[in-house]
């Protein structure tokens, strides 16, 4: 253990003890949200990302030790142990070391080498490969090994067998095999041919290459996708020749010898009928997970930003699903998110019932003083978009609207939570609520989709689903923490995501709620059935009650530290009775020497200290309020009005490793390309923008045939 947390604390460059509390913190059942918001005394001040990628980077140096304790104990078994691999296993530090050194010693199905130890032909190799013996001892020991009840007839069919055998334990060779591998890393080129003779999305990838070491991450799960989908043949493109000499002159101890030739052409077959192909597969898989990691982290992080938007609150909406055939479906919602209308309009082909379908959203924004429309942007969106343009300019109401993401709503509103939310309607009217809620809050709506559905990753689909998974899961319960909820309004949905609740305990909280009217102290949760008092602790800070019996209820002030908010308030003279009543008076402190002496008679550390005052200033804030609202839209453009050099205001949608899609009001997003991003060199396009951002971009370029757009945002 001492070893992984001597290897944590050079690779994030923080404190030993910082490493040390957090892993016991961890190992003691704490959330990483908890631990970041509640223990930054004992780790430093760590953000929650930071304490993600370290409890993620010990999951795997526990698991490196548990496998290397595993091989060890199975050499062992074996009688094969020795001081060498030993050592070798001490100095591995990934797994695909392990299993390098693992490699000879692992039940192998039958092969060509070990057919020829069947036959008695060992010694042979051995001789060989020591590379001492005289052409007389290779004679005579051939000779003495001809079996021919053993099918070994000849001196060639002897020395055939060690060959075979030698090649083998090459190929086992454990620092062989990382030579190769460095070697392709260094040295190897991706080269990309077109298998099909048409126009696809891989056509700038019909005749490319690029160095390992040097292409994108991006540009790597496209090829994948391409050679999988039948569009591309891709190979690794190595130097043979160069690479056998490195490993002939690793193997061959005494060129010239009796045995040399012997030995090089095992090196050869080692190479070509061994080594090779499943060191390219290995090389394969692992710049694949390099460049999946990457594209998990841009995921994650547009996934971060989209739920983090800030919600638009105190409006009625106009939730609009699109559609062409079946009808466009409509939703009210009030300001708290209840539905209060629903409906189906045909104003696109092939019905087009445009007056009539008018006549219908007018009376709805009539009738219940709808204050925005919010228009899905899937199938049918652009005809939706110019219909709800043209009718707000027929309406006397001040009324916007906005293209908001649609992705998962079709999950969402066919899932059994959906169903369950609303038994009434059927799964489209459900689509349609679901737009609407996601401009009111989108991260209330949002959690209710897997997030992998949500769609603001690349190639999310090609990478391996599992990591993916944990790392959004991650990702969400971040925000929502960051965020806290409302304990009595919250749905199940939300409320699993709180530190320290599970799905279980997130519908007894809501049930005891149903039973029990609402709740009006965080206390009352420790009533809720399988809700400890660890998981109080967990979650209780991250709750909030708005009218409940103790305003500190509707901070992020945890429960342990009330006394302490106290305390302090007594010490100012404000009373306690005040502070139970919301009323909160937080003196200015600007010298660190009084922070220390409060912070000492109140027995918390600075950080804790800090957070509490901050949180009194703003009792009840949504970090979110502070952030830039989203665009509103009034009128509408066409791709065809855009014009070289015209200056727009827009919404990034989308982040990647080469730049960000954005939104500027004509259907289809424009690319701002990494290389347009700033006037300086941008190294990763999130150091820039999120998702969400409004930004201004320049059009540099127009392919109306194509439907592309081309963005900068150089000044």
């Known amino acids: 253990m001492s070893g992984i947390i001597e290897q944590l604390t050079e690779e994030f460059q923080i404190r030993k003890i910082q490493v040390e509390n957090t892993i016991g913190l961890i190992d003691e059942g704490n959330t990483i949200p908890f631990i970041a918001r509640y223990r930054k005394e004992m780790t430093g001040e760590l953000n929650d990302q930071l304490l993600r990628e370290l409890y993620e980077r010990l999951v795997y140096l526990r698991n490196l030790e548990e496998r290397k304790n595993d091989v060890r104990r199975l050499i062992d078994e074996q009688g094969m142990l020795s001081d060498e691999v030993v050592a070798a296993l001490e100095k591995a530090v990934t797994l695909q070391e392990v299993e390098d050194i693992y490699r000879p010693y692992k039940p192998k199905r039958r092969t060509r080498a070990s057919i020829a130890r069947e036959k008695g032909l060992e010694p042979m190799a051995e001789l060989l490969f020591g590379q001492n013996a005289s052409g007389n001892d290779i004679d005579k020991t051939a000779a003495s090994l001809i079996n021919m009840e053993k099918g070994v007839n000849t001196e060639e069919d002897v020395l055939s067998g060690a060959m075979d055998i030698m090649a083998e334990w090459v190929s086992d060779n454990a620092s062989y095999r990382k030579l190769m591998r460095n070697i392709i890393y260094r040295d190897g080129i991706i080269v990309t041919k077109a298998r099909k003779d048409e126009d696809s999305v891989y056509s700038m990838y019909y005749d490319f290459k690029e160095p390992v070491k040097k292409i994108a991450s991006h540009r790597i799960l496209a090829v994948l996708r391409g050679e999988r989908e039948e569009f591309l043949d891709v190979i690794l493109d190595v130097q043979h020749e160069k690479i056998k000499r490195r490993l002939k002159l690793k193997v061959i101890k005494r060129e010239g010898s009796p045995s040399a030739a012997y030995v090089e052409k095992s090196v050869e077959d080692a190479y070509e009928r061994l080594i090779l192909p499943s060191v390219d597969n290995e090389v394969r898989n ?125 999950v969402y509103s066919a899932s059994k939570l959906a169903a369950e939310e609303f038994p009434e309607y059927d799964v489209a009217l459900r689509s349609a609520v679901s737009i609407a809620r996601r401009l009111q809050d989108p991260l209330a709506e949002l959690v209710k989709i897997d997030p992998k559905a949500i769609g603001v990753g690349q190639y999310q689909h090609d990478m391996n689903q599992k990591p993916l998974g944990e790392a959004l899961q991650g990702i969400v319960e971040d925000c929502v923490n960051s965020v806290g909820v409302d304990l009595n309004t919250a749905s199940p949905s939300l409320l699993q995501y709180i530190s320290g609740i599970s799905q279980a305990v997130a519908k007894n909280i809501v049930e005891f709620r149903e039973a029990n009217g609402k709740f009006k102290d965080r206390k009352q949760l420790l009533k809720v059935k399988k809700l400890g008092p660890k998981a109080f602790e967990q979650c209780a800070g991250f709750l909030r009650i708005t009218d409940g019996n103790n305003a500190l209820d509707n901070t992020s002030v945890h429960p342990e530290s009330y006394g302490a908010v106290i305390k302090l308030t007594d010490i100012w003279g404000n009373g306690s009775d005040k502070v139970k009543n919301g009323i909160f008076h937080v003196k200015e402190i600007t010298d660190d020497r009084e922070l220390n002496k409060i912070a000492g008679q109140l027995n918390l550390g600075i950080p804790t200290l800090k957070d509490i005052l901050s949180e009194l200033k703003k009792p009840g804030r949504d970090p979110r309020d502070e952030l830039p609202k989203p665009m509103l839209l009034k009128d509408i453009m066409d791709i065809k009005d855009l014009k070289r050099d015209m200056v727009l205001k827009g919404t990034v949608r989308n982040v990647a490793d080469f730049g960000a899609f954005v939104d500027v009001g004509v259907h289809h997003d424009g690319l701002v390309h990494i290389s347009e991003m700033s006037d300086s060199f941008v190294k990763n396009p999130m150091d820039i923008v999120s998702v969400g951002d409004i930004i201004n971009v320049r059009v540099i370029d127009v392919d109306l045939k194509r439907k592309r757009i081309c963005l900068s945002m150089k000044t």
């Open 286 to 410: 692992e710049i694949k997970e390099k460049a999946t990691g990457q594209a998990i982290k841009v995921f994650a992080e547009n996934l971060r930003s989209l739920l983090l938007q800030p919600p638009v609150r105190g409006k009625v909406v106009l939730g609009f699903d699109p559609a062409y055939r079946t009808g466009c479906k409509l939703a009210v919602v009030d300001e708290t998110g209840k539905v209060l209308d629903t409906g189906v309009i045909y104003p696109t082909p092939p019905q087009s019932k445009v007056e009539q379908a008018k006549k219908a959203v007018k009376d709805l924004i009539n009738k219940y003083k709808i204050d925005i429309v919010s228009i899905g942007n899937g199938t049918a969106s652009r005809e939706a978009e110019i219909f709800i343009a043209e009718l707000i300019k027929e309406t006397d109401r001040e009324v916007l609207y906005m293209v908001v993401s649609e992705s998962g709503a079709s």
